[in-house]
Every structure is written in structure tokens, then in C-alpha cells.
């Protein structure tokens, strides 16, 4: 799970394992796989880190930063 920040500062957790993309516009917009979307601050860097260290996290893996160039 992922906790995120609306644009109204509102914070919201998100199962990682249904998001199906992320667009900018230029905003994050998290499209999950059920339809449904969430606008938010974080970048696509920042929820892919997140991501990653969640899922070391539970896996009990260290994983160092990523970089993602458009």
C-alpha cells in the first residue's frame, strides 16, 4: 500500500498492485485498474519510489532511488 496526497491535502492509501497507469496532466493522475482515478501531488518518480520501497519493504529487500526520464 501507497499513501499518497490530493491536491486538497487529503491523504489516501492505494494498493500499488491495481494501478494501471499514471498520467500528467500536470498533475499525477493515478487511473486504477478498476477505472476509477486519483489526482494527485507526487510525482510519477516519487509513486514509483514509493512503489519500490514498499514492496523491498515487505520482501525485505533495501532498494535504492530511481531515476525515470520522460
Not at 18 to 44: A, T, Y
Request: charged share 30%; aromatic share 2%; hydrophobic share 40%.
Amino acid at each position: 500500500m501507497v499513501i499518497l496526497t490530493k491536491l486538497n491535502d487529503q491523504r489516501i492509501v492505494i494498493n500499488e498492485d491495481q494501478v494501471e497507469c499514471i498520467d500528467l496532466i500536470p498533475e499525477s493522475k493515478v487511473i486504477m485498474m478498476n477505472g476509477r482515478f486519483h489526482v494527485v501531488k507526487e510525482s510519477p518518480e516519487e509513486i514509483i519510489q514509493k512503489t519500490i520501497e514498499y514492496k523491498g519493504a515487505i520482501s525485505g529487500i533495501r532498494t535504492n532511488k530511481v531515476s525515470i526520464e520522460a
